[in-house]
């Protein structure tokens, strides 16, 4: 199978084809080489022009035909096999990606409120977000559940579900859930809410999928063992084939590897094990391939390298498509059903409106790379629970993309560009190995025990921490060009002990209107027909829902003996914005307990002309701290310089002038502040030459900042000394 990657390297040939222009001469790679070697005057053409990746892919500044030669899928149509170029012959010409946004309110009738606002202004695909008691299977009223409501729906009994799905019609409205480690608690009672709207389950669509692994991998350990869950997931599997045709069960989530910092090969390769192990454990449980595939739908995350995310997901399809051919799957179940949300990892706290544009570039991807369905994260979602306005930008986005921009058409507009296509092929190589490296530990879940993928993602994620703090890598607004004037967006106050109360009481009452009885003699048999029978499980467990069974009931019930599941090192979610967050919150606690930010003097020496460049670079070095920076016109000699900063009070002096002008005025100018004032910070702009670093030092000169510092760490120690 992995030979099917390895193709002959070809030169660079220059453009094959009809020319555009048969006047001019056509071009080589060799010449356009040579100028532009020529024209970098002495510097590497590697470090110039060539981009790293965190993929470990190299970008070319320019690709050619002769790039995508021995590529196998060049050939291929939209629609067949390896459905590299989207799954449907005719694209989104015929049906655009469904506008999936999630919805996480914290009670059912809220819920229903905002879902059918949405729905009513474009929306058409209905994305459920549980909060995290519900999908780990605890009601209310245990005393394990903790933050109630919190960032998603608290969902205990059908009752809860059909206030949530008032007036929604599902026969047009595609349903997705998240429903945690195991679906089938969530899907008997849905089964029930269905039948209480005399709605036909075959009527239904989308997915109320489990994913176990992505559970593990995201909390570090499952409440049921797993032999439970691919019971459960198999079970599910065999009663939405018969009654539920048009519903996938089985989620396959690459998020989670996404929002810990790695990188699109890692993400991809990840979802690519995970799957892989759902389909072994399902086979050994009696479905076919056949059986198994129609099932699963993925879910990636969008990061920001608009290009790198139209390949993974073209790569994506391409070797979803070999593994299912592997295990003996028809073209047809080749196919693979993508839903994708904008990145969560990229968002910041800090100037989030910047979010709105990130989000543009990000589903502009997702389009491009023929997603199934996709979710627009809000912009405010680092600070709080999303708003009517938020919800609006994230929806009308999709919405401008389809009707006003028209990237409907034509026909996968990807397909064809040398970049993209040796991008695709490229990407799908280094995931393919990257995969193989997980089947080598005995799959997915050996590779998490062993805690490889959780080891390699944090390596990516620290060379992306390193790159942001060094700030090769911008965050707009946070570690280059911040607004301290922004106005912060204000989080509404929720008391979530309060409302865990209320949905603890509830529930209380719906108990106390069961019929006990006849509640545990249906769980008992329910529980019976997991452990022996799983034909009965559908129908026990619709009857132990009729009986007032709820989500934390069946889970108790379908768990084994009550043995609790693996335990392995959680992958770290988090935002790529967090470390220089903390720095502006740090200078808003600062401005708060001392009525004033911490303060740097700029000693700017000499005419503009001579300290403009370094002043700007050290006004945005310093801000992006939280820091006040405290501008000036220019000094003529450094005890005028010295006495000014003296008076201003602040805690750091910058000097900024020329490499020409240092040797002169740094010197006393240091000793008359240090003098004066031992503890305050002097800080040069600009790297000095390595025989005057101990001139300036021994002057007073604490520290010296410029290009390719680590801006994070040096802020940081200066606002321990404010």
Known sequence: MANNFDVASSQKDGCEGERLFPEFPPATYEEWHREAVASLKGAPFEKRLITKTYEEIDLQPMYWASDTEG????????????????????????????????????????????ARHELARGQNALKVVLDSPSRKGLDPDDEKATATGGNGLSLATVGDLNTALRGIDLRVVPLTIHAGAIALPLLLQVSIALEDQGMPPAELQGCIGADPLGELATEGSLSIRLETAYKSMACVARWAKEYFPRLQTILVHGCPYHDAGGSAVQELAYAMGTAVEYLRELSKRGL???EIVPQMRFVFSLGPNFFMEIAKLRAARLVWAQVVEA??????????????????RTKTACDPYVNMLRNTTEAFSGAMGGVDSMQVCPFDEPIRPADEFSRRVSRNLQIVLQKEAHIVQPIDAAGGSWYIEKLTDSMARKAWNVFREVEAQGGMVGALQKGIPQSAVSNTAAGRSKN??????VVVGVNMYPNLREIKLQKPSVDYEELGERRASQLQAHRLRSD?????????????????????????????????????????????????GPSIQPLHIHRTSERFESLRSNAEHILARKGARPKVFLANMGVPASFKARADFSTAFFEVGGFE????????????????????????????????AYPEVVPPLARIIKEERPDAAILLAGRPAPELEPVFREAGVDDFFFMGINCYELLSVLQKRS
């Open 468 to 473: 942001v703090d060094t700030r090769r890598d």
């Open 516 to 564: 006990l009885f006849r509640f545990y003699e249906q769980l008992g048999q329910l529980s019976i027909a997991f452990g022996e029978d799983a034909s009965d499980i559908p129908a026990k467990g619709m009857e132990a829902v009729r009986s007032g069974a709820t989500l934390g009931d069946l889970w108790a019930f379908l768990s084994v003996n009550g043995v609790p």
């Open 71 to 114: 590529i196998p899928h060049m050939s291929s149509l939209p629609g067949f096999s390896p459905f590299v170029r989207g799954s449907e012959p005719g694209g989104y010409v015929l049906k655009p990606w469904d506008i999936c946004q999630e919805i996480a309110c914290s009670t059912p009738e809220e819920f229903n409120e905002v």
């Open 327 to 344: 295990f003996g799957g028809s073209p047809e179940n080749q196919k693979m059903m993508i839903h994708a949300r904008t990145s969560a």
């Open 288 to 290: 076919s391939i056949e």
């Open 629 to 660: 920076v405290l501008g000036t016109t220019g000094f003529g000699n450094a005890e005028d310089a010295a006495r000014a900063a003296l008076a201003s009070g602040a805690g750091i002096i910058a000097i900024c002038s020329t490499d020409q």
